[in-house]
Structures are given as structure tokens and as C-alpha cells.
């Protein structure tokens, strides 16, 4: 008995002693379960087995990405080793200088990267947050809604404003979606709307912020009911159920609408013209590496492989995400095909939100406009006037 | 110098205080604090005056309110009702155990339920479409009296059995001697339940009321989930200037206006309860 506790505890002490603990790479993402089901399925188990490693997931939302970062950071106790953020919530984490400069790692870029796309995660000339997946929205529209009434997808905002009313017309409820939740998905909205109107989305009150306004509030009465729920999740349920047959949404929507609801009558295509120019904001997401990661080595060897032309292939092929490499758009073949054609399309009139360290301020004055002026029909000039004054002071300060 | 028994006292009781110290009154305290302060320092009513000026809060405001009245009023007649009903046990007692159900079902499941009947194209509008009494599908959503009314009856469906359960254990304490006595006199039902069950219910509807009001004060996932932004609440409010917009200052401010709303709404129920059975 005793001979048999020895070898136990001599066997026990070896196998201690036999190799180090394989690390942990903690990535977080914010991502929905079908997207969840392809980056734990094709994407990490590669580079795990390549580098010997885990790699662990965990969900946190852009909004609580900063919030994390900071507690963990002041606690000393960095727990996520790489991190993939909206492009338009990254200020606050150079401000507070919660993540690392990357600019000496510019090696890594591939040559076939978008340049415009290496500039958003630049701040006063260095190098914080790498390319990973730039995003588009696109105009999903039902087929067969827009044939029984001899309707084209609208071009620009005179045919929206008469497929608007038609549909309003004929079947006495509205079938345009617009993102009315609120935050966010508004934000964005009014961003491209504004912009396509020659304006500028940050004085509120010169011609192309009224004329978007003016526009918006005569549209309002026109447009779904559903629009005061729908934001990027909730989109793609009301075009897939039919109770709206157009609407905008980033391009994972393609994936549920046409392969997991069916849907084949659901078309898309880049999108209609303002007053001045057609225009849709580039979201997406970069890749950064908090303060004190403990395993940054790994987190560098990790956002190049994101980077790869094999990963970007399989995140445009499954969840219909655009590359952030050049030499990848020609692979998409079958059904995927037209529709990746719009986001091409939608990408030519791309434009980046511009980021400023008041964008909070901006997001909040820009809400309580559309919802003064286009829900509650208050008066376009003298509310955009009043928030072009709040706005001013925020600058200032 | 204490008994032994008393150090016992102390002992049990300690970890209790230490975690009501810990995990409620200092965040409490830090966030009545924090309501008083702004990013530059020094302590100032701004955020106060900041929240009240701002039409989103005042809405968010008023909706709180709206919901806790309606929705205590009309789940306090029902649970009672139903209570009323189930009582005397038998068979009856197999409809308490279905009523239970919705109450071990997640709010956010509920919420989610709730959207596919009050939806536009959800059964509700389907099936008032096909009995012919609307034409047009009714926007229950989309803010104002309709919305307060789904969110009431999504609320009632999912809160109303826990309200039931306090109000049937103070029926089944009413002493069965009192409704005999009571017979022989040849009273009423109504009889009885204006002179014998009302009173004796009141420490139990006290009870009952105190704690729903407390939950209708703080709702949150329930509204935000089934009508999104176009219905808020204080809670909600409180979140959203936490979350979206880095502020937690007002946060704080709107949760500890909130936290005074429930402490003053409590406070003048237990005395108005308190004052009429002292005049009785």
C-alpha cells in the first residue's frame, strides 16, 4: 500500500513537471449567436491548434467595452487580451489611454489592406486599433411587394417618399422601415441621411441638416409603425415577416433573411441618393490590444491571422461581412453573389463618422431632435437651432 | 457588560448587517453622492435640474407613475378575485397551480410573448382584423395610452399570481367562525366582504401592495423589451445616460429620484393604512 501511494505521488509530480500550462487568449467580440456559431466553429480552432493555445470568448457589447476596460486596468488585473470594437466607440479608449499603442506592429497590415481603412484607427498620428471588418449597410426590399404595386426600389428621396405613400396608400399601413429605437441605430441613419444632403451631421443647423429634418418629418407618417423598435437585430425579423417591405441593415442580415428564414424574395441593393450625393457610413469593427494584456505577443499573432486572406474569406462567405482586403471580393460565388454585389456598390459611396471626443453629446442632442421634430412633429428650424447652440458649447468646452 | 446570550445575538446577526453594509447602504450612499456631483468636482443640484428639464425624463417620469397606479390597481383587483375564488381548496386548488406558472417564466421571455401579440401584424391586430372591428392594425406599440396599456397587461399576466399568493394566505386566516356568525345574522356575501374579509385583509393588501410597488417603481426589461425606446421608464432612463452616454452623474441623479419616489410612496401608504384603522 504504501509502495502504491509513492509511485501515485511520483507519477502525480511528474506529470506537474511535463510541459507548461498551454496559455489563454481572451478575445472579446460583440457579436449575435449565428455570428458567435461561426468564429467558435471555423476561426479560432485553427489558430488555437497552430499556436498551442486556448483561445477564450467573451461577449461584451461596444457600450461596455470602455466601462470593463477601465475597472480591470485600475485593478491591475488586464483580463482580455484582444478585443474587437465598433469603430465609431474608440476614442474614449485612447483618451483614457486604456489601450496600447500598436504603431511599431504597422508590419503586420497586410499589403492588400484598404488604406482608408488603416486611417480610422489612427489618433494624433499613432497607430492604436488594426483593420479587421469594415460594414455597410445596404437596402433590403420584398420583391414581390414592390411588383404587385409596379414600384422600382427607390434611387433617391422623391421615389422613397412615393413608394412611402403608395404602400401607406394601399394597404393602409406603412411598409418603409426607418431606425427609429433610438442611439445607435438612429445615429447612424441620420449620419448617411444628413450627409447625402450636403450637410454637416455636427452644426445641426445648416441646409443639409434642415433639409434631412424637413424630409424625415414629411416621410414620418408614411413609414412603419415598427420603425420606434427597429435597430440592427430587430430589422431583419419585420422584412423576414413581411410586415415591412424595404428597410436599411448592416449586410449579416442576408445570411438570416434569405438562408435561415427562406426568404428568396427579399432582394437588396446599395441604397438611394440624397439631395446631393448618395452616401452610407462605414461601420465595422478594428481590432485592439487592451493596456497591460497579459498575453500580447499572442494578441498581435492573433489580429494578423484575422487578418489572413483564409479568415477574411470564410467571414465574408458565412456571415456575409465585407473584407477589409482587396484580394478577397472576387471569391463569392452562388446565391451569396448579388447580394454581395450590393455591398460593393453600397462601400463605393462609403464615408467614415468622424471621431470626436464629444460624439456621446452629439449622439444624445441628435436623438432628442428626431424625436422632437420627426416623431412629436415640432418645428424643424427653431429644435435644430436649439441643439446647433448645445452643440457649440460642448465644442467649446 | 452584555449577557452571552446577547453575544450570540451578535454573532448570528453580524454577517447579515455586514452584507446589507457592503452590497446595499455604501452603494447607496456613494450614488446619492454621486447624484450630487459633476465631472469638474464640487457638489451642485445641476444634474437635478438638468434631469427635469429634459422632456425624455419628464416622460420617463411620468410613465413610472402611470404604470404603478394602473398596474397595482388592476392586479390588486384580479389577484383578489382570484383569490377569493380559489379559497375554500378542492379542486380550485389545481387552478392555483396553473396561475402559478407565469410566475417561474423570465421577464425577457415575456416581454418577447407579449411583442408577438401586440405587435403590428401580432395576433391581437389579426384577430380583431378577422372579427372585423379594426381595418386598420392598431399601433399598440408605439407610445402613449396604448403602450401603457400593453405594458400594464404583459405586467399583470407575469406579477399577478405572486400578489394572489400573499392575498390567499390572509383569506385562509380569516377565522371561519366569523362568515358563520356572520350567516346566521343573514348577511350578504357583499356583507361579508365589506365588514369581515376587507378589514381583516388589510395588513395582507398592505403587504401585497408595498411589495409590488416596489418592482412596478423599478421596472425595466419588461418595457424596454416590448416597445424599445418609444415607452421609457426612470429605470431605463437611468441605463441608457450610464451606458450610452458616459453620465453617471445624472444616472445617479434619476436613480436616486427614483429610490425617493418609492421610499415617499411607501411611507405615506403605511401612514394613510395606518391612520384609518386608528379612526376604526
Known amino acids: ?397 | 457588560m452584555l449577557k452571552s446570550k446577547h453575544y450570540w445575538k451578535i454573532f448570528f446577526l453580524a454577517p447579515l448587517l455586514l452584507y446589507l453594509t457592503i452590497f446595499t447602504l455604501i452603494p447607496i450612499s456613494r450614488s446619492i453622492f454621486l447624484s450630487f456631483q459633476q465631472k469638474s468636482g464640487g457638489l451642485t443640484f445641476s444634474n437635478y435640474a438638468w434631469l427635469f428639464s429634459n422632456f425624455q425624463f419628464r416622460e420617463a417620469f411620468v410613465n413610472t407613475i402611470s404604470i404603478t397606479i394602473l398596474a397595482l390597481a388592476l392586479e390588486l383587483l384580479l389577484a383578489f378575485s382570484i383569490a377569493l375564488f380559489i379559497t375554500g381548496g378542492g379542486k380550485k386548488r389545481i387552478l392555483q397551480a396553473l396561475i402559478l406558472i407565469p410566475l417561474g417564466i423570465p421577464t425577457i421571455v415575456v416581454a418577447s410573448n407579449m411583442r408577438y401579440i401586440f405587435d403590428t401584424d401580432g395576433f391581437l391586430n389579426q384577430i380583431l382584423t378577422r372579427l372585423h372591428l379594426i381595418e386598420i392594425p392598431i399601433n399598440w406599440l408605439s407610445g402613449g395610452a396604448l403602450t401603457l396599456f400593453s405594458v400594464v397587461i404583459a405586467d399583470m399576466w407575469k406579477v399577478t399570481p405572486l400578489m394572489m399568493l400573499i392575498l390567499l394566505a390572509g383569506l385562509e386566516r380569516i377565522p371561519k367562525e366569523l362568515f358563520e356568525a356572520a350567516r346566521i345574522d343573514g348577511s350578504s356575501f357583499w356583507q361579508e366582504l365589506r365588514f369581515i374579509i376587507l378589514p381583516l385583509m388589510k395588513p395582507f393588501m398592505t403587504m401585497a401592495l408595498i411589495i409590488r410597488g416596489i418592482d412596478t417603481f423599478r421596472i425595466f426589461e419588461l418595457p424596454l423589451a416590448l416597445a424599445g425606446e418609444s415607452f421609457k421608464v426612470l429605470s431605463e432612463f437611468a441605463f441608457f445616460e450610464y451606458r450610452n452616454y458616459n453620465n453617471p452623474y445624472t444616472a445617479a441623479a434619476s436613480g436616486t429620484l427614483l429610490f425617493v419616489m418609492i421610499l415617499v410612496s411607501v411611507l405615506i401608504y403605511i401612514r394613510v393604512s395606518g391612520a384609518q384603522k386608528e379612526t376604526a
Open chain 1, 1 to 397: 500500500m504504501r509502495r502504491f501511494f509513492l509511485i501515485l505521488l511520483a507519477l502525480l509530480f511528474i506529470s506537474s513537471c511535463a510541459g507548461e500550462k498551454e496559455p489563454t487568449l481572451k478575445v472579446s467580440m460583440s457579436l449575435s449567436d449565428e455570428e458567435w456559431d461561426v468564429i467558435k466553429t471555423e476561426v479560432l480552432p485553427p489558430f488555437e491548434k497552430a499556436n498551442n493555445c486556448k483561445a477564450e470568448e467573451v461577449q461584451i457589447e461596444a457600450g461596455d467595452l470602455p466601462q470593463l476596460l477601465r475597472a480591470t486596468i485600475a485593478a491591475g488585473k488586464s483580463e482580455i487580451d484582444v478585443f474587437a470594437q465598433d469603430n465609431m466607440q474608440l476614442s474614449v479608449l485612447v483618451d483614457e489611454g486604456l489601450v496600447e499603442d500598436l504603431s511599431a506592429y504597422r508590419n503586420i497590415l497586410p499589403k492588400q489592406s484598404e488604406k482608408s481603412l488603416i486611417q480610422a484607427g489612427e489618433f494624433n498620428g499613432k497607430l492604436y486599433f488594426l483593420p479587421y471588418r469594415p460594414n455597410v449597410q445596404i437596402v433590403y426590399y420584398n420583391v414581390d411587394a414592390f411588383k404587385k404595386y409596379d414600384l422600382s426600389p427607390p434611387k433617391n428621396w422623391d421615389e422613397l417618399l412615393h413608394v412611402a405613400k403608395t404602400f401607406k396608400e394601399k394597404e393602409k399601413v406603412g411598409r418603409i422601415l426607418l431606425k427609429a429605437w433610438g442611439n445607435g441605430p438612429t445615429v447612424t441613419q441620420l449620419y448617411e441621411l444628413i450627409v447625402s444632403a450636403g450637410g454637416d451631421p455636427f452644426s445641426f443647423n445648416d441646409e443639409g441638416c434642415v433639409k434631412t429634418f424637413e424630409f424625415l418629418q414629411e416621410l414620418w407618417p408614411f413609414t412603419s409603425p415598427d420603425s420606434l423598435k427597429a435597430k440592427w437585430n430587430t430589422s431583419n425579423d419585420y422584412i423576414a415577416r413581411e410586415s415591412v417591405y424595404l428597410m436599411q441593415n448592416w449586410p449579416f442580415g442576408i445570411n438570416i433573411i434569405v438562408e435561415e428564414y427562406e426568404k428568396k424574395n427579399i432582394a437588396t441593393y446599395h441604397g438611394f441618393a440624397g439631395p446631393k450625393r448618395e452616401a452610407h457610413v462605414i461601420g465595422g469593427e478594428v481590432l485592439g490590444v487592451p493596456k497591460g494584456a497579459k498575453n500580447k505577443d499572442l494578441a498581435l499573432k492573433f489580429i494578423k491571422y484575422l487578418q489572413s486572406k483564409e479568415v477574411q474569406q470564410i467571414l465574408m462567405e458565412k456571415l456575409s461581412w465585407p473584407s477589409m482586403r482587396t484580394d478577397v471580393y472576387g471569391e463569392v460565388s452562388g446565391w451569396r453573389k448579388p447580394y454581395y454585389k450590393s455591398v460593393m456598390e453600397a462601400l463605393e459611396y462609403g464615408v467614415f463618422r468622424k471621431n470626436v471626443p464629444y460624439w456621446a453629446d452629439f449622439d444624445r442632442f441628435i436623438n432628442e431632435a428626431f424625436q422632437r421634430i420627426v416623431i412629436k412633429g415640432e418645428d424643424v428650424r427653431s429644435t435644430l437651432d436649439h441643439y446647433a447652440g448645445e452643440m457649440k458649447k460642448i465644442v467649446k468646452e
